[in-house]
């Protein structure tokens, strides 16, 4: 009986703690995408001062598109969607980066 006890425990502390370091490398996944993204974008835009035919609207409309096409990708995937902290406010930091961004097309301010 001890032996069986001691076998529950060590299957509920292992799933649980695979589960819990599963969500931490998912969560730092989706951040590091959400900065690959925002880099992108200030790349994209340091192109300008090269002389391409690449201008900051298009750094800026290229990340409002990927910063919501990611948030969109977080709320639909019901894995992502159920994570409580760490990709649900990885996708409302990409909404906000989005916003940001279309103020910046808007107001014709740029980089």
Do not use: H, Q
């Not at 340091?46 to 977080?74: K, M, Q, R, W």
């Amino acid at each position: 009986m001890e032996n069986n006890v001691e076998n529950i425990k060590k299957d509920f502390f292992g799933k649980k703690l695979g589960k819990g370091t599963g969500k931490f490398f998912v969560g730092l996944l989706m951040l590091l995408i959400l900065i690959a993204i925002n880099l992108l974008v200030i790349g994209i835009a340091v192109f300008e001062f090269f002389e391409t035919d690449i201008d900051t609207p298009v750094a800026l409309t290229v990340g409002i598109v990927l910063s919501l096409i990611y948030a969109i990708v977080v709320f639909v995937i019901p894995y992502l969607r159920s994570m409580k902290n760490t990709c649900r406010w990885w996708a409302w930091l990409a909404i906000g980066d989005a916003i940001w961004w279309g103020y910046l097309l808007i107001s014709g301010g740029g980089f």
